[in-house]
């Protein structure tokens, strides 16, 4: 348990249900001064529940906060939350995409008016950019609308550390680094650690497993709406902290589907793709059943050459995309999830060609269909005619993958899609991407994640919109990957 006798807050007998489920029963936590708390467990652990009612942005059914150990009272919201102290980064971004960078920390920082505010709103937050993010790219005076998704993290988090009329005590980070590249995501992590040593506090949740353990001074880990581990993170390992989760690492399939895709020839190519900045004629080139990896730096070009894929198919003549094409976006509440639908809509609305008799939407066999989905890939509902915001952000995600394996595509391309997934939702649907690839289907795999790599036949890294390296799984290490992403033009 907590050892410093501080506590910067601290919460008592939390509960909380929606309807008939419960998200929380009886949980207590706290954080202390000076201390990094990593707080870890699979989608609907009930990990955002208690993040939202220490953000004010929830009421407990039950249960007691307590701010510097003052009681908070039954009206304990985002106002007296944010005059305390505690800020809070949640992992769907609450950016305003129509307004500046600068704008939108007006927003969160109601001190910030009179004249000249927008000036002085732009010198904080950029001065915060750069403390955190060096080289970060990023002007106050750009619509967020217009940044990249990694870039509207930067901002948010930017934002929630500066400082005005109220201090920064605590600071919740919701999957701070799901949306950063690894260089980013060192960066906000040194940057805790800065923040933690000099005084402030930190609640960091992640499903890579490594930040929390190098980062944390303690982890709490979650399930089923309960606390089941409480220890300084030195007694954990990555072997022991899945262990308290509840799942096991299986790499057979991996070994296995290594073995079955040694040898491909020309016959079996289902795509052949050469990015458009590219100044020579290096192609992406995938096999039917390969899993492909596309790697790099966010922001070059990665996710372009996913959507020029996907705008080829079957209408291309420069490049081959043989067969059905569906794509799993990561940044599912812009590009993914349909909010107003429920989790069977959501799940059938790229296969509704198949499902219609006589013009008409067969709703039987749609019902069947996410049903079917739901069990194979485990979303957690009790009923799939519920709204898709029903559920955690990680079984959305599995939605989005049930979407286009539930599909008729034969190539499925993934645009970083498992970020802010758990570890073990995570191993299910590596399971399910292999098993579909052994079956015949290709997939092309834009991740941020290094260790996702791993799952890959082959990576090819990006720099500046072009493929600079072609790594075998076999050959295939960060250290590989950093050096192409940093490396000035040329191939590896």
């Known amino acids: 348990m907590l050892q410093a006798t501080e506590k910067i807050v601290s919460l008592s007998g939390m509960t909380k249900s929606f309807g008939a489920v419960r998200a929380l029963a009886n949980v207590d936590l706290a954080v202390g001064v000076g201390e990094c708390l990593g707080l870890v467990g699979h989608n609907g652990a009930g990990k955002s529940t208690l993040i939202n009612l220490l953000a004010g942005t929830l009421p407990p059914d039950a249960g007691e906060i307590r701010v510097n150990d003052i ?59 750069d403390e955190i993010f060096p080289g970060h790219g990023i002007s106050p005076h750009a619509t967020v609308g217009d940044l990249a998704i990694g870039q509207r993290q930067m901002v948010e988090i930017a934002r929630a550390f500066t400082v005005t009329d109220n201090p920064t005590r605590l600071v919740v980070l919701d999957e701070p680094t799901s949306s950063l590249d690894a260089v980013a995501g060192a960066q906000l992590l040194r940057y805790v650690r800065k923040f933690v040593t ?14 929390i353990l190098d980062y ?19 007694e954990f390992d990555r072997a022991s902290l899945v262990a308290a989760m509840g799942n096991v690492v299986s790499e057979a399939r991996i070994k296995a589907h290594e073995r079955a895709t040694a040898q491909r020839g020309e016959a079996s190519v289902v795509v052949r793709a050469v990015p458009k ?55 599912r509440q812009n590009d993914g999830v349909l909010h107003l639908w429920s989790i069977a809509r959501n799940i059938s609305v790229r296969s509704l060609h198949t499902l219609a008799k006589t013009g008409l939407i067969d709703s039987a066999a749609e019902s069947a269909l996410a049903n079917q989905w739901r069990e194979r890939i ?31 595509a034969g190539i499925i391309l993934m645009d970083d899609p498992m970020r802010g997934v758990d570890v073990g939702t995570k191993l299910e649907v590596y399971e399910l991407i292999r098993a579909e690839a052994e079956a015949g289907r290709t997939f092309i795999w834009y991740t941020t994640e290094i260790e996702e790599l791993n799952n890959c036949d082959h990576v090819y890294v990006m720099r500046d919109g072009q493929i600079v390296a072609d790594i075998a799984r076999g050959d295939l290490t960060e250290e590989k990957v950093l050096q192409a992403s940093f490396r000035e033009g040329g191939q590896a």
């Open 378 to 408: 485990r979303i957690r509902t009790p009923s799939v005619d519920n709204n898709i915001l029903s559920l955690s952000g990680g079984n959305q995600q599995k939605v989005l993958f049930a979407r286009a394996l539930g599909s008729d």
């Open 277 to 331: 900045q590219q100044a020579d004629q290096t192609a992406l080139v995938a096999h039917k059943g390969e899993i492909i990896g596309l790697a790099g730096l966010a922001g070059h070009g990665q996710t372009r050459l996913l959507l020029h894929i996907y705008d080829a198919a079957d209408r291309s003549a420069d490049m081959i995309v043989a067969g059905p094409v569906a794509l799993i976006a990561g940044d």
């Open 198 to 211: 000099e005084g402030g506090s930190c609640l960091l949740t992640s499903h890579l497993l490594g930040d």
């Open 71 to 129: 009681a908070q009272a039954a009206d304990y919201g985002v106002r007296r939350a944010n005059a305390q102290g505690i800020r809070c980064v949640f992992q769907e971004l609450s950016l305003c995409p129509n307004l500046s960078v600068a704008e939108n920390t007006r927003v969160y920082h109601k001190s910030l008016r009179g004249w000249g505010w927008r000036r002085g709103a732009a010198d904080l937050v950029r001065q915060r950019l």
């Open 216 to 234: 944390c001074d303690r982890i709490v880990v979650m399930k089923d709406g309960g606390v089941v581990a409480d220890r300084p993170a030195i």
